[in-house]
């Protein structure tokens, strides 16, 4: 087992990478010390991984509560659901949420412990690879309003973060590459050699060769955990973590959300972003090569689908990065740097739109 730590003054909080990590005793005792737990999963988690995690929890009061599984459960009303069964179970302010599962569930009952009784301690178990190398990090809790995807929610770090990379054996191998695009998202914005590690390793991450999904999960966390302790609440470098997000999102809104997961979406975002970083002169063709090939070999996409490119920029201006009506898009200066920017000629957006798009 590998910790790494998050560093955030009192809510700084260690995050516990390995295999076998689920069922170890004693490994959550400090952050329970008896008080009641809520362990919160979905009806494809819970049946394989609540029973090691339920050994792990010592002598606390232990309830369950089960979401349907997918994004339809990032609601307002699972919210609402998951608050009533805590004041009908009688919760009280030391209560400990736990979320086992994926990013849906952390981000959902993560903000459920952010405002229950103006917030309690929670624990993430991310069960994903996305969920694992993103979601559970930084802090990020919220759900969805039909308006727009997280657009209600609220900073409330985790007490600890427990990775345990054997629940990616049983992952399907589309959640699976959709993981991956994170973690190809990792080497652009800050270690090139990590990219090219990832080129190297990419059959290995394909077949879960446990080492090499250990660290890329290591190598992952460790820039999400540094750039997180830097600015926790976005007010600038974090947004560098949202490269291939703001086209990602654009393409996920215009296809209708579920048609193709969040990581595949941001993998054909990375390329779009690559591209305009291209024509604005920070990267050459030879890179972009290199990206799309690696997406491509770990069976993501590298291109967008057919979509209206006034859509899409509609799309894109409802990003949450827009301040002052400018979309601020990340682009690479290089593999493995980035800039975030407001500063481009807007029709060299709609150029590259309407010769991308075919409709
Ligand atoms: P998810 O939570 O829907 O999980 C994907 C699917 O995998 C689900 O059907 C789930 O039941 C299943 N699953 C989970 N673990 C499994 C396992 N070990 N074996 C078999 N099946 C398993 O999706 P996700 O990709 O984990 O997360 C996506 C969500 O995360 C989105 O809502 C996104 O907005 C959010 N997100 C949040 C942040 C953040 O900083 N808070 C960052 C990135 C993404
Ligand atoms: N997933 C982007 C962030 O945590 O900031």
């Known amino acids: 087992m590998i ?18 990590l689920l069922g170890t005793p004693d490994l959550l005792t400090p952050y329970l010390d008896g008080r009641d737990c809520l362990v919160l999963s979905t009806e494809t988690v819970a049946p394989v991984y609540l029973e090691p995690l339920r050994a792990m929890l010592g002598n606390s009061r232990v309830e369950t509560m089960t979401l349907p599984d997918g994004e339809t459960s ?8 998951i608050l009533d069964f805590m004041v009908e179970k009688k919760y009280s302010r030391d209560g400990v949420v736990i ?5 849906v569930i952390g981000d959902v009952g993560g903000f459920a412990a952010a405002i229950y009784q103006r917030g309690v301690d929670f624990i993430q178990v991310p069960t994903t690879l996305l969920a694992q190398v993103d979601s559970s990090v930084g802090g990020k809790t919220g759900v969805n309003h039909p308006g727009g995807k997280n657009l209600i929610g609220a900073f409330h770090q985790p007490r600890c973060v427990l990775s345990d990379t054997d629940t990616l054996r049983t992952l399907p191998d589309r959640e699976l590459s959709a993981g991956l695009a994170e973690i190809v998202k990792y080497g652009l914005i800050a270690d090139a050699g990590f990219f090219s590690w990832l080129e190297e390793q990419a059959p290995a991450l394909l077949k879960r060769d446990p080492a090499s999904l250990d660290y890329a999960v290591r190598r992952s966390c460790e820039i999400k955990a540094r750039v997180v302790a830097e600015d926790e609440t976005e007010q600038g470098i974090r947004a560098m973590l949202n ?15 579920g048609q193709w ?5 941001v993998a054909a ?5 690559a591209e305009f970083s291209q024509r604005m002169g920070w990267i050459g063709a030879e890179d972009i090569q290199r990206i799309r090939h690696l997406l491509t070999r770990l069976n993501l996409p590298d291109q967008p689908p057919a979509l ?14 827009v301040i002052g009506g400018e979309i ?3 682009l690479l200066t290089g593999l493995g740097s980035v800039r975030v920017t407001a500063d481009y000629p807007s029709h060299e957006l709609l150029d590259m739109l309407s010769a991308q798009f075919i409709l």
Not at 243 to 257: D, K, L, N, P, V
Not at 261 to 265: N, S, W
């Open 3 to 20: 910790t790494l730590n998050v560093e955030l003054g009192r809510r700084s909080y260690p995050i516990f990478i390995g295999s076998g």
């Open 243 to 257: 490269f291939g997000h703001t086209f990602g999102h654009a393409i996920e809104r215009c296809m209708g959300y």
């Open 269 to 273: 975002g990375m390329c779009m972003a």
């Open 328 to 330: 601020r898009l990340v």
């Open 261 to 265: 997961l969040h990581g595949e979406a």
């Open 308 to 321: 209206n490119p006034g859509d899409f920029m509609a799309a894109m201006s409802l990003d949450k990065k």
């Open 74 to 81: 990032k609601t307002v009303g699972s919210l609402e659901s």
């Open 99 to 103: 979320t086992l599962g994926g990013g």
